[in-house]
């Protein structure tokens, strides 16, 4: 190695973590979440339950094209990388938005992408992609056994040429203002081997299904996703609504888990830099015994260590992306982004609560909002004790439940 020479290249030091790159999303989206300040989301809460979606910030994100991101270029997608996605989602979400209403239209069409037939694809991804039919929602989790898929009791029997669905799930989000959803069921028995075998997936036609066969109500909860309780109630579905092989359901439910992973974990970010930006603003406002609390180490260190938790959080999160952008499926990785970033983000904004104080409850502030979707997003999707699971098992080798 010659004299003065250093190991360290600069190419090697080019690996961004701030929120500086990418001017290009996140200035004009920046400035379409402007049109939807907090009042905008106080005052759908004031609504009944079946009234708080926020319709008209779905309209303007799918007016944008920009949930059209990872759609391929070949059927009018944008053709995004994975990283410049979960910008998309981090700005929505450093903002008073959230994007849990729409994000599904970005991702869940990955499995059309990946497994859907030649008919399913050309009738549905470029109107997916140009926000004409949506996709926006996934009926998977059941009132009995949550997240255990091996234990799904929702049943899909073949009948001739049609398959006749019967079950009830919980916690659809967005399933009665969608145009698409994804379906779980059961074709036919697990294994002792393998006992999430005969899930199958399903495209089904909301529309049509809700004429007859399926029914939902709107769960009064903390959020706006228009998350719904479904009932199945002999749904006829065509030999055509399924996605790609019979019985193969739980795989490509695990491939899509991982790309909803990193985009949530995206999400969280966005909400880190909001609360952030919030709680280091008022410290420096707010003053107390004649100086302003920013300056007592009691404000300043939960900030400062919840913002060492985001950064960690966030490299993760771009090396998932980058995994995953490379063509490589990024298995537990992407559960490590999800977990530290939902961790991350709830521990920002617990120090932005307190720094706050007593202001925190006050709903014009938009904190105590934003607090309520930083914790949801420890339960679902994903929720902390799967990924946690998925890290020990296929990880670090430790035994799973089979």
Same mark, same amino acid.
């Given at each position: 190695?010659?004299?003065?020479?250093?190991?360290?290249?600069?190419?090697?030091?080019?690996?961004?973590?701030?929120?500086?790159? %990418? #001017?290009?999303?996140?200035?004009?989206?920046?400035?379409?979440?402007?049109?939807?300040?907090?009042?905008?989301?106080?005052?759908?809460?004031?609504?009944?339950?079946?009234?708080?979606?926020?319709?008209?910030?779905?309209?303007?994100?799918?007016?944008?094209?920009?949930?059209?991101?990872?759609?391929?270029?070949?059927?009018?997608?944008?053709?995004?990388?994975?990283?410049?996605?979960?910008?998309?989602?981090? $700005?929505?979400?450093? $903002?008073?938005?959230?994007?849990?209403?729409?994000?599904? +239209?970005?991702?869940?069409?990955? *499995?059309?992408?990946? #497994?859907? $037939?030649?008919?399913?694809?050309?009738?549905?991804?470029?109107? *997916?992609?140009?926000?004409?039919?949506?996709?926006?929602?996934? =009926?998977?989790?059941? $009132?009995?056994?949550?997240?255990?898929?091996? +234990?799904?009791?929702?049943? /899909?029997?073949?009948?001739?040429?049609? !398959?006749?669905?019967?079950?009830?799930?919980?916690?659809?989000?967005?399933?009665? #203002?969608?145009?698409?959803?994804?379906?779980?069921?059961?074709?036919?028995?697990?294994?002792?081997?393998?006992?999430?075998?005969?899930?199958?997936?399903?495209?089904?036609?909301?529309?049509?299904?809700?004429?007859?066969?399926?029914?939902?109500?709107?769960?009064?909860?903390?959020?706006?996703?228009?998350?719904?309780?479904?009932?199945?109630?002999?749904?006829?579905?065509?030999?055509?609504?399924?996605?790609?092989?019979?019985?193969?359901? &739980?795989? !490509?439910?695990?491939?899509?888990?991982?790309?909803?992973?990193?985009?949530?974990?995206?999400?969280?970010?966005?909400?880190?830099?909001? @609360?952030?930006?919030?709680?280091?603003? %008022?410290?420096?406002?707010?003053?107390?015994?004649?100086?302003? *609390?920013? !300056?007592?180490?009691?404000?300043? &260190?939960?900030?400062?260590?919840? !913002?060492?938790?985001? +950064?960690?959080?966030?490299?993760?999160?771009?090396?998932?992306?980058?995994?995953?952008?490379?063509?490589?499926?990024?298995?537990?990785?992407?559960?490590? /982004?999800?977990?530290?970033?939902?961790?991350?983000?709830?521990?920002?904004?617990?120090?932005?609560?307190?720094? #706050?104080?007593? @202001?925190?409850? =006050?709903?014009? %502030?938009?904190?105590?909002?934003?607090?309520?979707?930083?914790?949801?997003?420890? *339960?679902?999707?994903?929720?902390?004790?799967?990924?946690?699971?998925?890290?020990?098992?296929?990880?670090?080798?430790?035994?799973?439940?089979?």
């Amino acid at each position: 190695m010659n004299e003065g020479t250093n190991p360290m290249s600069d190419d090697l030091l080019m690996m961004r973590i701030d929120d500086d790159d %990418y #001017h290009e999303f996140r200035d004009p989206l920046r400035a379409l979440c402007d049109g939807f300040p907090g009042t905008y989301w106080r005052a759908l809460e004031d609504k009944p339950a079946d009234q708080r979606y926020p319709a008209e910030f779905v309209d303007a994100l799918m007016g944008s094209g920009f949930l059209g991101a990872l759609i391929p270029e070949e059927f009018d997608g944008a053709g995004l990388s994975l990283r410049i996605a979960a910008v998309i989602l981090e $700005t929505i979400h450093s $903002t008073s938005c959230n994007a849990g209403a729409a994000i599904g +239209q970005m991702y869940l069409s990955d *499995i059309l992408v990946r #497994h859907g $037939t030649d008919k399913q694809k050309q009738t549905y991804l470029r109107a *997916i992609a140009a926000g004409d039919v949506r996709f926006l929602a996934s =009926a998977i989790s059941e $009132t009995e056994t949550g997240d255990d898929l091996a +234990q799904m009791a929702t049943t /899909a029997e073949k009948r001739g040429d049609v !398959y006749v669905v019967n079950g009830a799930k919980q916690w659809a989000n967005n399933a009665l #203002h969608s145009d698409l959803l994804l379906l779980l069921a059961r074709t036919s028995p697990g294994t002792p081997d393998n006992p999430t075998a005969g899930l199958t997936a399903f495209l089904v036609d909301v529309n049509t299904a809700i004429k007859g066969g399926m029914s939902g109500q709107a769960i009064d909860s903390m959020n706006n996703d228009g998350a719904s309780d479904l009932v199945f109630d002999g749904l006829e579905l065509p030999d055509d609504a399924v996605i790609g092989e019979v019985g193969k359901g &739980f795989d !490509y439910y695990r491939e899509l888990a991982q790309l909803e992973c990193i985009l949530y974990a995206a999400c969280a970010s966005g909400d880190s830099a909001f @609360f952030s930006e919030r709680a280091v603003n %008022y410290a420096k406002e707010r003053v107390v015994f004649g100086r302003p *609390i920013a !300056y007592n180490q009691g404000i300043q &260190f939960p900030i400062s260590k919840a !913002y060492v938790e985001v +950064q960690g959080a966030k490299l993760i999160g771009n090396k998932a992306a980058a995994v995953y952008d490379s063509g490589q499926q990024p298995g537990p990785l992407a559960s490590m /982004a999800k977990h530290m970033a939902c961790e991350a983000a709830w521990q920002m904004a617990d120090a932005c609560f307190t720094t #706050h104080g007593g @202001f925190a409850f =006050a709903r014009e %502030y938009d904190i105590e909002r934003k607090w309520r979707d930083a914790r949801v997003m420890q *339960i679902t999707p994903q929720g902390s004790a799967t990924l946690l699971s998925d890290i020990a098992v296929n990880d670090l080798g430790m035994p799973g439940l089979s």
